[in-house]
């Protein structure tokens, strides 16, 4: 039994022992099951994948974060990325100008996205002053303009990309000389004495230039126009904000992209004018008229008739010119780096010869993540610009290098019998005696500008709680010009050789120190805000001296010892400093009504004691009617908002010491001495304050059929106050005139915006996209009434102004005589010794037009803009049609269209030199017109089999190719006088003429 008994026991104890391991055993693979589902619940797993827009391109700079955490990263320049996820996480895709999109990882290691555009969404980030929003969370009116329609041409000025695309905003070009400076008008003009530019913002820093960033650089550029946009600038926001964003980097493997492209210019349009015959006919007929010999004799006639279009002096001075662009991105960066470098080269010569403006940039911008609290940005610019200049200088008839492409007789040739320049003046008496050849301006004087840009900018974030970050940023901005000017001994009537040098040095330091809180309370509650204080000062100190009479040609401006005649050498120095608080907050209640008020004090050095500190505040409302429960029903409509806003903003509309009585060096000589001397200059200084624009805007956004019309309209009133100008003083006080806070003026307009999909099924899309600006100016009060006369046309016939700024007349209106056509000697009759209105160089409206259409890798696009309603002042035909006095080559319409007894209706009078001109409106034309401002053919290149590349893509484009106007010369959108500050408006005379060119590219993603 006792056998049995420990044998049974035995056998119990083993079942025991075999059911704990059992148990144990399933306990541990119950833990393994556990572990290996809590492993694909929370393991990492590295993501990758491309994002596209809805044309199939790559899209670079898409933000893709990960929901709910810090993590995140951005594409490439290829559209490529790579990010570090859990499978059970989500991934938001986030691009300015193109919808949010949401992508759950799930077990999915390759997740491509292709995003669409704004105009089918309202979730595209757009960027603010100091700041990002959703547009569909936008209370201020602000335009968005995409890397795409940066980059859509080669441009000296990334400015001109602004051309037609932005509502509101006016492109001029003062002259289409290569590099040239361009104007820019948001909303009309502002100021009369004051900048008109708009304030520009590269990354964050306030700028003097956008010269210094190539356009491939640029991810976006963001236009701010309203009240509720622009007061966070402040006292330099007046007349805008222009906001650039560069190429960020991204995490994954380093992306390269290659951009190249080269084209041909020629000027838009040549103006036919007489040929020998013609010539020597005309002028036959002007000296019979007159009663005197003729000019030319039957043999002389007879000989000019053989030439038959004798010497084109346009084509002497105007050639096909060669442009070409190149840029090179690499861009990567891992999860707590990001990179992108950016290496650009544009060329331009113009078409002009001798003339031309070549860039060399480099753009980078690095992000360190060094903790999940602290990150480090630095974005750094650095640009070489060097052009040779063909500058017209507006001169009268035959002084002016344009002037002499129309003005030389055409029998002339281009040079004598022993290789020099065949100068009219010595073969025909008759012509003026500074109508010299053209090339004394192309070969034998030399006019360089030289400028090296630098800008610089870091910023460390701080997370100093959840939702709650301090920025603090520091930057400089440096630029350093020089122009070296020589005329050679061989310049036609001065063989002394004349040599000039200046440079300049701009710098402008920045320190801005923000707090940025984003939070919700509750489910209905979102706040988001922005306060701080920035410093920025500017100097600026210049350096000029030349000499003459130079012994030889070959040390040019480089050696001006070697001068025997010294100019007086001058020197300038210049420096304020501007001190700002600023403060914003947006309040979005149940995500259908939005508020934003914000606040900006500027302080500046250059104002009077007790006036130098501004404030500029703003306030807006939206209003989202469409996520109301009464519009629910109302199913073709997705979006439907209201905005209004009211706020001020500021104009620095004086530079440094202008409040300031200031002494003049001068030199005079006592006996038979010397000496220098210092007197109280021509302008009496006086209290000036802030010139303050008072902006309303009242705005409506609305999208409708699913997304296939998306309509923004805006309505604004400005008005301007404190208006600065200067005031005549009476000359027994010792000054000429003072500086005063003396006007008002006001700008009203409409705004419109649509873009639509027409066409998006299968594999033919077609987008378009219109914009439309009304806007109407007004003198509100003038000082004592008096009017402004401005465009002084200082012309051989006659001295008169063309523009004039009159209380309740709109800005820079065109007065002078009217004609009544012909008395009956052919002589021209005015209908009154009084001036009247005879033009305005205000636009009705201006507009722009784009079409996009894309069939499998094809694509054609279709860029139009234009103006309707402007008048221009052709000065330029004023030489070449009426006057006879000084022996210059005419129009050939005026052969076969001036008055004789047999034709006294018409165009132009009979050929006299007793004619008395007068400024009238037979130089006023208009300069209405629709412009192919760019047409672009491209081919995406299938890249599956080549493994290196990512995209490949090749293009043929053509700008300017096209122009509708009556305007009778080369160009109508042309301002010869344009400028930041400039009075004069919608003037023609002797202009650096446009070009139309066609370009050839690729570009290629590796």
Known sequence: MKNKSTQSNRIKSFYKRLGGYVFKRRALCLLLVLHIFSFHAFAQTVVTGTVKDSKGENLSGVSINLKGSTTGTTTGTDGRYSINAP????????????????????????????LDETNKSLDAVVVVGYGTVRKRDLTGSVSSVSREEINAFPAANVMQALAGRAAGVQVKQNTGAPGAPISIRIRGTNSIVGNNEPLYVVDGFPVSTPDVINNSSIRSIEVLKDASAIAIYGSRASNGVVLITTNRGASGTSKVTLESSYGTQQIIKKVEMMNPLEYATYYNELYANMARPPLFTADQVAGYAALGEGTVWQDVVFKKAPVQNHSLNIAGGNDKTRYSITGSMFDQEGIIRNSNYKRYAVNSSIQQSISDAFSVDLNLS????????QLSDQGRFGTSLIGRAFSIPPMLPVYNDDGTYTEPVRRFPFVSEALYSPLNFINEQSNILEQ???????????????GLTLRVSGGVESITSRTDFYQTKKFQNDPNGRATVTTSDYTSLLNENTLNYIGKIGDKHDISAVAGFTYQDFLTTTLNAGGSAFLSDIPGSNSLASASVFTNPGTSYTKSTLLSGLGRVNYTFNNRYLFTVSMRADGSSVYSPGNKWGYFPSVAFS??????????????IQNLKLRTSWGKAGSQAISPYSTLNTLIPGSTVFGSALYTTMAPGARLAADLKWETTEQVNLGLELTVLKGRIQFTGDYYRKKTSDLLNAVQLPRTTGFTNSLRNIGRVANNGFEFEINSRIFDKGAFRWNTGVNMSFNRSKVLELYGGQDILAGQLQMIRFTDFAN???????????????????????????????????????????????????????????FFNGSQGNDIVNMSALAFTVDNTNGQNKLKEVANNHWTPENTNAKYPLPHTGHVYRFSDRYVEDGSYIRLRNIELGYDIPVQKFKKLSNARIYISG???LTLTKYSWTDPDVNSRGGANSLDQGIDYSTYPSAKSLTAGFRLGF
């Open 382 to 389: 650095l640009s070489k610009n060097k052009s040779a200049r």
């Open 452 to 466: 090296k840009n630098a800008l610089a900018n870091a910023a460390l974030s701080y997370k100093i709680l959840d």
């Open 623 to 636: 209003w989202r009617l469409s996520d109301e429960n009464f519009f629910k029903n109302i199913a073709f």
């Open 959 to 961: 700008q300017n190719l």
């Open 87 to 114: 499978v059970k996480g989500v991934l938001v895709f986030t691009y300015v100008g193109h919808a949010d999109q949401e992508v759950a990882v799930r077990n999915q290691r390759t997740i491509n996205v292709i």
């Open 804 to 862: 004039t700024y009159r209380q309740g007349q709109p800005m820079g209106i065109i007065y002078g005589y009217q004609e009544d056509g012909y008395d009956e000697k052919g002589f021209i009759k005015y209908k009154s010794n009084d001036k009247v209105q005879i033009g305005d160089p205000n636009p009705d409206f201006i507009f722009g037009l784009n079409s996009d259409m894309s069939f499998k890798n094809f694509t054609l696009s279709m």
